[in-house]
């Protein structure tokens, strides 16, 4: 069937007169703010712990409106023998808002999750300098950063939380060793000194029991040389006589 000629243009009358007739709601910002989607892009936070200063996301910027600068630290060796490591110290990382078109592009190659989002948009400056957001400002709106969405139930678990999640069992399983090896090793000295102290208690009764019987064995030696001495004394009487 043909299209009614005028039908698309009386449609397009019936929303205007559909939305003439609704009362129009307007948010009253400042003193009302606006719910923002959580991946909103607003200011970018550091995290600065997690930098490791590999210039990737000054390298990819195509603004180039990132500023980062750094310095080598010698690290001594773990144990004794070991080679001494070298490793980046960061020094400034600035962003400048002025020139960044929110592209995420930093976001995204950061390897190691040092740079986050966060909805924040009231930054706005009279002085296009104060723009430049240094690394204490940076690491400010790390406070603003939503927490991530959950994750998929019937998603795979990331082998970054297997793998830590293997080392805790591990690392709990070989304390539980050392403790269980532990109250074992009191255990065992526990019942030697125990044994220890049995047979030492043991000799002394011995002792004290062998020392009445050697008393009453030297009692009839005693007393025969004694039994002796009377005859031998007789004889020398009856000499005389």
Not at 59 to 72: A, G, M, T, V
Not at 74 to 98: K, M
Not at 126 to 140: A, V
């Amino acid at each position: 069937m043909a299209p009614i000629p005028g039908s698309g243009l009386a449609k397009g009358l019936a929303v205007t007169l559909r939305t003439m007739t609704r009362k129009s709601v307007t948010a009253q910002y400042p003193d009302a703010q606006p719910e923002l989607p959580p991946r909103t892009r607003g200011v970018i936070g550091l995290f600065e712990e997690n930098c490791t200063v590999c210039m990737l996301c000054a390298r990819e910027c195509p603004d180039w409106c990132i500023y980062i600068d750094s310095h080598k630290e010698t690290v001594p060796a773990a144990v004794p023998g070991g080679r001494e490591r070298s490793r980046n110290v960061l020094d400034r990382f600035a962003i400048d808002f002025s020139l960044c078109m929110y592209c995420g592009i930093c976001i995204e190659v950061c390897p190691f999750d040092a740079l986050f989002w966060s909805p924040e948009f009231e930054y706005a400056e009279t002085d296009i300098h104060e723009l430049t957001h240094e690394r204490d400002k940076l690491r400010e709106w790390m406070w603003t950063v939503p927490e991530p969405p959950a994750l998929d139930p019937r998603a795979e678990e990331p082998k970054e939380i297997g793998a830590a999640r293997k080392a805790a069992e591990k690392a709990a399983a070989q304390a539980e060793a050392e403790r269980a090896a532990a109250a074992q090793a009191e255990a065992e000295q526990a019942a030697a000194q125990a044994g220890t102290g049995q047979d030492a208690a043991d000799a002394g009764t011995g002792q004290d029991v062998a020392e009445p019987h050697a008393a009453e064995q030297a009692a009839p030696e005693q007393a025969a040389p004694e039994q002796a001495a009377p005859e031998q004394a007789a004889p020398e009487q009856e000499g005389p006589q």
